[in-house]
């Protein structure tokens, strides 16, 4: 497991700095924006399904559910992770399927 480090979006331009993930990894409240965080996933020749986990019970008290995002086997998709994504140890929890030929960038929003 790693903790993932966000980037800000600047008016003068961002340089994306790829994050090689992790089976799970988290992200700290304090790597959120406002309204939460935008994982780019970026994909060469492998297919992936990436999950949010949602730490928040139904009302009978029962795990969220977690519904996977599927990436092409060669492409990118953009995530939103809201801050409602954060669990009562202040942090969100991202898994991916697969690995390989597998980036992230997180960023801010």
Same mark, same amino acid.
């Given at each position: 497991m790693a903790a993932l480090t966000s980037q800000s979006f600047l008016q003068t331009g961002t340089t994306p700095v790829p994050?090689?993930?992790t089976a799970s990894d988290t992200i700290d409240r304090s790597q959120f924006g406002p309204t939460g965080c935008i994982l780019r996933c970026i994909t $060469?020749? #492998?297919t992936a399904n990436?999950?949010?986990l949602d730490p928040n019970p139904t009302q009978l008290g029962n795990a969220g559910t977690?519904?996977?995002i599927a990436l092409p086997a060669t492409g990118s998709r953009m995530i939103k992770i809201p801050q409602?994504?954060?669990n009562?140890?202040?942090q969100a $929890?991202? #898994?991916s399927s697969s690995q390989t030929g597998l980036t992230y960038e997180l960023y801010q929003y």
């Amino acid at each position: 497991m790693a903790a993932l480090t966000s980037q800000s979006f600047l008016q003068t331009g961002t340089t994306p700095v790829p994050i090689t993930p992790t089976a799970s990894d988290t992200i700290d409240r304090s790597q959120f924006g406002p309204t939460g965080c935008i994982l780019r996933c970026i994909t $060469t020749g #492998t297919t992936a399904n990436i999950s949010i986990l949602d730490p928040n019970p139904t009302q009978l008290g029962n795990a969220g559910t977690v519904v996977p995002i599927a990436l092409p086997a060669t492409g990118s998709r953009m995530i939103k992770i809201p801050q409602a994504a954060i669990n009562s140890s202040n942090q969100a $929890t991202v #898994t991916s399927s697969s690995q390989t030929g597998l980036t992230y960038e997180l960023y801010q929003y």
